[in-house]
């Protein structure tokens, strides 16, 4: 395949998602991941949605307007229920639908999350990226030390103290992870950068004397991003996954609020395997969701990276 | 190969370790500074629970907290250096003191499972990248696929029921603890139980230890495993694509030859970057799996630090994890330069 | 008749369907002859060298036959084309800087090759006998120091002395078939012409039938004894060096030439310094009928609807409707 490296002009934005989609539906794999990932962003627009005019109107019953139960209705006398035709995933230690209270999280545990996260981390990272490509020198080596620090530390372990220091809310669990996670996003469009700074077509930009903020975006940018947006798929899955180990071990909670990685917890804190379904339900809904990420993100980059044969 | 040149290669090696660990303290100290702005605030982090406004002020002039920042950085530095890492308000204990208790507990059995992953995830990739797209290809994506989007504390989860609840009876594998509590620890030589254990000829307490170990060891293994092999298979198929493959088999070489002795040779170069990431990895695999399975190390210390509010504790802990995974940074340099000459000779 | 290769056919599998890249290749080459296969990127003339060495990449379908000493090389298994890889076939990459094992010195991977030589020529391996050779094969190809050469690693070589490395190699297998793909471009105008008389001396010394591809005709004209000229995967001329270059027949082959001043000359006839307008046609959408229509300053109707057919004109094949079709 040859890479068409130009300005790109906005072609049929549709026409071309759709033969996006063909491509990675070629590949089963592929194309179980594309299912889930549409469901599961779907589902959170559709809920987030219900939880806005909830709140907007004053009635909260929207928020579970899709939901076979109200997730916070306590129930003691039917807790610690196995999964059942009435309650398909069980309930908790206080009688509370667990199916519900799986729904009604996954926009905040893992959509906003994932999509906060990574859109900043690729805006943060292209920024800086970019213009320690662009430029080099000793804001190339600056930037270069930096993220090998960062980078020392594994993600999530860092994620932990700076969440910690910031007091462990969802909030400060949010902002945590964006600080850990641009660093790989400056490297990978720092490298893409120096692949194409030496393409000639941006000596020609120069030579046209192009104004360095048109530069940025119509050349160097929507040309480094290709590779950039396959990674980002898989990282979606990844900031998931992050975001539940966080909420498992105890950070990033918000009181009140069912999370998934803390419903696991909690299941195995009060007895596992005894009330298995407690544990088990929320951390399958996150392989799931990490799973679609993960397939799609692959396929992604396979077909990007020329390395799909088919 | 030059011995001096490979000299020379260690020591420019090591000097960039050095600064990288300069700019990770720079880096920590930075956040801890900005999130924490006044003196009084930085004495939190060294006061317990509940502290007076007394007792806040005598940290402040006990630690200098009202220092310029500069004078504080380099404070900071020595301390770093010399081993101080301050005095844990909660236990009253050095911090260096409790961190050096429950590290070796979580290398005892970190380090045997990044060894494991790497081990199998190259077989398993250079086996799957060789079989690309037929069924021992497939079958091997298909599990690595499934345990990198696992959360850990579901692979721990797994193991739990498999092999305590399902095969229980056969195993008879421990559930919690890094050893039986009714054993006594063994005397203090190197500070590494397992090794102290092995050396004092303390054979149950070895035996114990041991079968404690297993299921950890698999979960962290299962963790890391599927990013490990998904790279390592990425890695095998861009080499065996790559010219110098191909005039290999044109030369005649068997394919045999060809995919190991060439392709699996010239991919272990980027592989060593892997297992670095491997080990870094297996730091969060094994932080879950301390806390699933009751096992008193780094990551014990770090969930109970978070639930009693002790954030100096876990600074300090992040700080020993940095440190560990720039110094195995440095060894994969090292690596680098045994298996690449691009690398060491100029 | 050392290589005679008969309607072949190479297609690739890719995300956007099948590329069907090489068809009707009907070509025979004969041992001492030098064949310059000439084309323009994207021609198909590497897929060729590569499907005669059987090196094709994985998603690639091929079906005719490439005949070597009266075996089908297309039907053989892997581990039977294994043992015509190096000793009948072996292929010269284009890229130098890639064509050598990164972690291993030149001497190593030279002495492996002298290994297969012997192992296959029923000799009993001997390392001094296979350092003899390298060293020898080195000296061949005008290094001064073969035995400093031997010790390094490719990273510290040029590119034209990797090439020059390369070369060593085919003289220390003694292929019945070599294949150059392109050995030169990567390479300065100075180290080119090295090389290029390097391998003339060379060709005169192996008995190969020697397939030379390059897009280049003139450097094609300076190195062969015959000229195959290939657009959009098929065979257009095929004839003797110098009178496809006095006469060329086919209207692809005369643009070719006018776009080369030294060569121009030697047409009969007034054709000016020009370039061939258009470009070739992408192999996902080839035009109907003569592959080069589109831009063909002869075109007549008949070449927009059907292929022409290989035909014989004397000492001369051509596919085009301007000399009949039989």
């Known amino acids: 395949m040859t890479e068409q490296v130009v300005e790109r002009r906005g072609r049929g934005f549709a026409a071309s998602i759709w033969s996006w989609v063909k491509l990675i539906s070629r590949d089963p794999a592929g194309l179980l991941g594309l299912i889930i990932v549409v469901a599961f962003v779907l589902w959170s627009i559709i809920q987030g949605i219900l939880e806005l005019l909830a709140s907007y109107l004053k009635d909260p019953r929207l928020g579970w307007l899709l939901l076979p139960y109200n997730p916070f209705i306590q129930n003691l006398a039917g807790a610690f229920q196995p999964p059942s035709w009435a309650h398909l995933m069980g309930t908790n230690y206080i009688g509370q639908d667990i199916l519900s209270r799986i729904l009604y999280s996954i926009p905040y545990s893992a959509a906003y999350p994932a999509f906060l996260v990574v859109l900043s981390a690729i805006l943060i990272g292209a920024v800086l990226g970019i213009s320690a490509g662009y430029l080099g020198g000793w804001w190339d080596e600056v930037l270069m030390r930096v993220t090998d620090a960062f980078l020392s530390i594994p993600a999530i372990i860092l994620a932990i103290v700076v969440s910690v220091l910031l007091k462990a809310s969802f909030i400060g669990m949010i902002y945590s992870f964006i600080i850990v996670w641009w660093p790989i996003y400056a490297r990978l469009f720092r490298a893409e950068t120096l692949r194409v700074k030496a393409m000639d077509y941006i000596a020609a930009a120069q030579l046209y004397g192009v104004s360095p903020l048109r530069l940025f975006f119509r050349y160097l940018f929507i040309n480094t991003i290709d590779p950039i947006i396959a990674y980002a798929m898989l990282d979606f899955g990844n900031v998931i996954l992050g975001a539940s180990i966080l909420n498992f071990i105890g950070v990033g909670l918000q009181p009140g609020l069912p999370i998934l990685g803390e419903m696991a917890s909690d299941g195995v804190s009060w007895g596992f395997p005894k009330y298995w379904w407690w544990a088990i339900f929320p951390s399958i809904t996150i392989l799931i969701i990490a799973l679609g990420f993960v397939l799609l993100g692959d396929r992604l980059q396979d077909i990007i990276g020329g390395r799909a044969a088919y | ?346 | ?326």
């Open chain 2, 1 to 346: 190969m030059a011995g001096r040149d490979f000299v020379v290669f260690v020591i420019r090696r090591l000097i960039n370790a050095v600064i990288t660990l300069l700019i990770l303290l720079l880096l920590m100290f930075i956040l801890v500074h900005a999130i924490y702005t006044t003196p009084l605030a930085l004495a939190r982090l060294y006061a317990g629970p509940h502290p007076t406004m007394a007792q806040l002020e005598t940290i402040v002039k006990e630690y200098h907290l009202d220092a310029p920042l500069y004078v504080q950085f380099i404070n900071y530095l020595m301390d770093v250096f010399a081993g101080n890492l301050g005095y844990d308000p909660i236990y009253k204990e050095p911090e260096a003191y409790i961190i050096m208790h429950y590290l070796p507990i979580t290398l005892t059995f970190m380090i045997p499972a990044v060894i494991l992953t790497v081990l199998v995830g190259t077989v398993l990739g250079a086996v799957a990248a060789a079989n690309r797209n037929k069924w021992g290809d497939y079958f091997i994506r298909a599990f690595y696929v499934f345990t990198w989007s696992s959360p850990p504390y579901f692979i721990a989860l797994l193991v739990l029921l498999v092999f305590v609840y399902w095969l229980g009876p056969y195993t008879h594998l421990p559930a919690s603890g890094y050893v039986s509590s009714l054993l006594p620890r063994p005397k203090v030589i190197t500070g590494w139980p397992l090794i102290d254990a092995i050396i004092e000829h303390d054979w149950a307490y070895v035996d114990s230890y041991l079968v404690h170990m297993v299921l950890p060891i698999l979960t962290v293994f299962l963790y890391s495993f599927g990013v490990y092999t998904r790279m390592a298979r990425n890695v095998t198929l861009d080499v065996l694509e790559s010219d110098y493959v191909r005039l290999a088999y044109i030369k005649g070489l068997s394919r045999r030859v060809v995919v190991y002795r060439v392709g699996l040779r010239n991919a272990l170069i980027p592989l060593v970057t892997l297992m670095v990431l491997t080990f870094a990895l297996s730091w969060t695999g094994a932080y879950v799996a301390e806390d699933v399975f009751d096992y008193h190390g780094m990551g014990y210390i770090t969930t109970v630090a978070i639930t009693s509010v002790d954030p100096l504790m876990v600074y300090d802990i992040t700080l020993f994890v940095g440190i560990s995974v720039i110094i195995a940074n440095f060894i994969a340099d090292i690596l680098y330069g045994v298996l690449d000459p691009r690398v060491r000779i100029t």
């Open chain 3, 1 to 326: 008749m050392l290589l005679s290769i008969k309607d072949l056919f190479v297609g690739y599998r890719t995300v956007m369907g099948t590329l069907h890249v090489l068809d009707d290749v009907n070509l025979n080459v004969d041992k001492g002859e030098i064949v310059g296969i000439v084309g323009e990127s994207g021609s198909g003339k590497s897929t060729l060298g590569q499907a005669i060495a059987r090196v094709l990449p994985g998603n690639a379908v091929a079906s005719g036959r490439i005949m070597v000493d009266g075996v089908n090389l297309l039907e053989l298994s892997e581990g039977e084309m294994e043992k015509y890889r190096g000793t009948t076939v072996f292929m010269i990459l284009q890229n130098p800087f890639t064509s050598l094992n990164p972690v291993k010195t030149v001497g190593y991977q030279l002495m492996e090759a002298a290994r297969i030589r012997m192992v296959r020529s029923g000799e009993r391996y001997s390392e001094d006998r296979a350092y003899e050779m390298a060293i020898q094969a080195l000296k061949d190809l005008r290094f001064p120091d073969p035995e400093v050469i031997m010790l390094r690693y490719p990273h510290q070589l040029s590119g034209g002395q990797i090439q020059r490395v390369v070369l060593a190699m085919s003289l220390i297998l003694k292929p019945k078939i070599l294949i150059a793909d392109e050995p030169t471009s990567a390479l300065d105008v100075t180290i080119q012409a090295q090389v290029i008389n390097l391998f003339k001396e060379l060709s005169r010394e192996m008995e190969s039938a020697i397939l030379f591809i390059t897009h280049d005709i003139s450097l094609a004209y300076v190195i062969s004894t015959r000229i195959v000229v290939l657009y959009a995967g098929r065979i257009m001329e095929d004839g003797d060096v110098e009178s496809i270059i006095r006469e060329p027949m086919h209207p692809y082959t005369q643009g070719l030439i006018a776009g080369v001043p030294d060569l121009s000359k030697f047409v009969s006839g007034r054709v000016k310094l020009q370039s061939i307008p258009g470009n070739p046609p992408s192999f996902l959408d080839l035009p109907s009928g003569c592959k080069f229509h589109p831009r063909c300053p002869y075109v007549k109707d008949i070449c927009k609807v059907q292929e022409p057919p290989l035909t014989r004109h004397n000492n001369r094949v051509i596919r085009c409707w301007l000399y009949g079709g039989g």
